[in-house]
């Protein structure tokens, strides 16, 4: 980033300190994002208001993880767990098509299922985007695919009514040069482990860290700034941040965000800050203080804790996954995914518990969505259409927001 640009970043992120502290205007806000018009009133005041107050009424949101990993089809963590090197990975680049990418029937389906919003994966660990950006030229429109997903899906979503959240994985960068290695970091995840050290790597202290940060928050404000009125950001993941709290501006970015896009609403798994709108923990596990003091310490679990404590009282989202265990299409899992009455029962006891389900599909190599999963969620909307919202929920199943799982 130049000095210029530098400058320019840190005086929007002063202003938007300042604009935290004054009411939101209609001129500032701007014309009534489609998917918030039954909170026109409120947005004219308050865009972030009217954010929160149509999140709680939403329930059910489509998540959807697609990149390079879907080609191999063995889930979205295949470059870290096969240890595949930066340049081998790579090569599937060449093989993205994205062919059978429909946004329009994706949205049609989402609204079909009864669910409110769709969140895609605008870039997970591996690095490749969905979205042009002028970082690189490692995202899809450079690829044979010659097309931004992120674009085709937002206006989708416009002409749907549906709110649309962009996946970014703020915390973890497996291709990125200046991202921290393994040995700064407890958290062994945060590059594959090699048995030699990848020559793409070139962090070597904390200082370098701002390469990275630089990139992250040019990517970001893309985001921002090409796709109209986003329902919100979804960061991700949680550990890379636990790990070394001290690299990430959290505050920083969310400035820029809230400056941006007032009425973007921000997530980062159950909490970073505190300061987040929802918190977005997956599924249900092992106790969260525990979990965060085995891997990263006891300073990261204390800030963990006061994170997800200062989310309790919020309306949050449980996310899930159609498939067994990923995330990303795994051909492994082909006959084993969810049926709609165990996914109108996990919706359930999510809403039960105050938090919407955003429940997840891996999309196939070539863009299409799984057979399945659109048999799943088309049921699941024929029911809810027939006997309404499901209702309650065994709070020790899939759903429950009290100690959420963090893996």
């Known amino acids: 980033m130049s000095v210029i640009r530098r400058r320019e970043f840190l005086q929007a992120s002063a202003l938007a300190g300042a604009a935290a502290l004054m009411p939101s205007s209609s001129s500032a806000a701007g014309p009534v994002p489609v998917h918030l018009k039954d909170h026109a009133d409120l947005y004219a005041r ?114 749907k009514g549906l709110g649309c959240f962009l996946y970014y994985s703020y915390a973890l960068d497996w291709r990125h040069p200046y991202y921290y290695g393994n040995d700064v970091s407890k958290w062994k995840s945060a590059r594959p482990a090699y048995a030699t050290p990848d020559p793409a790597y070139k962090f070597a202290k904390d200082g370098d860290f701002r390469h990275y940060l630089d990139f992250v928050h040019a990517q970001i404000r893309e985001l921002l700034t090409n796709y109209g009125p986003l329902a919100g950001l ?59 003091r085995k891997i990263v310490g006891e300073d990261s679990a204390r800030i963990a804790a006061k994170a997800w404590a200062s989310n309790k009282g919020k309306w949050n989202e449980i996310c899930d996954t159609l498939q067994p265990h990923v995330w990303g299409y795994s051909k492994n899992d082909d006959g084993k995914h969810l049926d709609a009455t165990e996914t109108l029962r996990r919706l359930g006891t999510a809403n039960a518990a105050r938090c919407n389900l955003l429940m997840n599909t891996g999309p196939l190599p070539e863009g299409d969505l799984h057979p399945d999963d659109v048999a799943t969620l088309r049921e699941c909307g024929r029911r809810i259409r027939a006997d309404g919202w499901p209702k309650g929920g065994d709070p020790q199943t899939p759903g429950k927001a009290a100690e959420p799982s963090i893996a």
């Open 46 to 159: 308050d865009p972030r208001a009217a954010s929160l107050a149509w999140f709680e009424k939403a329930r059910f949101g489509l998540f959807m993880h697609y990149g390079l990993y879907a080609i191999p089809g063995r889930g979205e963590w295949v470059m870290l767990k096969e240890k595949i090197p930066v340049a081998e990975y790579e090569k599937f680049k060449a093989q993205f098509s994205a062919s059978k990418w429909n946004a329009d029937f994706i949205t049609d389906l989402a609204c079909e299922a009864g669910m409110k919003y769709v969140n895609l994966t605008a870039r997970h660990h591996d690095s490749f985007c969905l979205f042009e950006t002028a970082q690189n030229d490692y995202h899809a429109k450079a690829s044979p695919a010659r097309r931004d997903l992120v674009g085709e899906l937002a206006e989708a979503c416009r002409k």
């Open 234 to 292: 979804w960061f991700d993941p949680i550990f890379g941040y636990y790990s070394r709290p001290d690299l990430f501006p959290v505050d920083e970015t969310y400035a820029m965000i809230r400056k941006l896009q007032p009425q973007c609403l921000i997530s980062f798994k159950q909490g970073a800050t505190g300061t987040e709108d929802f918190a977005a923990p997956e599924r249900t596990g092992q106790s969260l203080e525990e979990r965060v």
